[in-house]
């Protein structure tokens, strides 16, 4: 639907629980409502090896207000009933399994999970995680990054489900003035040897970035430009309407190409 349209999806992130999950709730209903096509859900984790200081610190806030895997699915089940488009998790292996992982796939599938990407699990590992989620229907999302060899981009490419995530460069998340060099040929590399969507993340700041990657790749993810839009708020309400307008600005930027 969006292609016809000569659309990309924009698939912003945000911290579950920071600073509450009452505010991420609201916030993701003004995502939506602002132009979002999917959206991440960080669960917070207190060593998040992959991010940069915005993202640790929303972390570091949402563990403080009590935030966990369950109560990050309580969201979402409160979510579903209002909420048409995909929502994927996004985490670290040792919460999920903590809670068993026949377990959590039983309860995300119950709840409306659509997705999830855990960051620091490969497939060769995440066999006992992934298995039971994808017999529920939900897509276990992988990562491919620049210094990605062909053979396991290959890979990668064949075992990922709903789209691959493109890391758009090598080292943690965060807002950047510039985009790295190189995207275009990665996104072009998995796009030669399989037609599975490719969404790019790490970095995308602003919407002339968003824009510039929407040319090429079918999704744009932002994270620690739009963590920190909502950091910065006064209040919660404040942070509610600076999230929303900064995804319109985005999802505006996008369109057209």
């Known amino acids: 639907m969006l292609q016809s349209r000569g659309e990309r999806a924009l698939m912003p992130f945000v911290t579950a629980g920071d600073p509450d999950l009452e505010t991420t709730g609201a916030i993701v209903l003004a995502l939506a409502a ?19 200081p915005s993202i640790q610190r929303s972390s570091e806030r949402a563990l403080r207000s009590k935030t ?5 699915l309580g969201l979402v089940k409160d979510l579903r009933p209002k909420l048409e488009l995909p929502l994927l998790l996004m985490g670290y292996a040792n919460p999920f399994y903590a809670m068993g ?11 409306g999970v ?16 992934f298995a039971p989620l994808e017999k529920r229907g939900i897509d276990t999302v992988l990562l491919a990054a ?17 789209f691959l995530y493109y890391v758009s460069l090598t080292g943690v998340t965060g807002a950047r003035a510039a985009l790295a ?15 599975i969507p490719v969404c790019v993340g790490f970095g995308v700041s602003t919407p002339e970035q968003a824009r510039e990657i929407a040319a090429y790749a079918d999704g744009v993810v932002v994270g620690s430009a ?32």
């Open 34 to 52: 602002s132009g979002a096509d999917l959206i991440e859900l960080g669960v917070p984790f207190s060593d998040p090896v992959a991010e940069g």
């Open 68 to 72: 966990s895997v369950r109560r990050v």
């Open 101 to 111: 992982e026949e377990n959590f796939a039983s309860a995300a599938a119950q709840v």
């Open 114 to 129: 659509d997705g999830i990407i855990v960051v620091d699990l490969p497939p060769e590992e995440g066999a006992t995680l």
């Open 146 to 162: 620049p210094t990605t060899t062909a053979t396991r981009r290959q890979m990668l490419a064949h075992k990922t489900r709903g």
């Open 181 to 195: 060099q190189g995207i275009r040929e990665g996104v072009e590399a998995v796009r030669a040897i399989s037609p």
């Open 226 to 257: 739009l963590v920190n839009r909502i950091a910065s708020a006064a209040s919660p309400e404040d942070a509610v309407d600076a999230a929303a307008k900064f995804v319109a600005e985005l999802k505006s930027g996008m369109r057209g190409q």
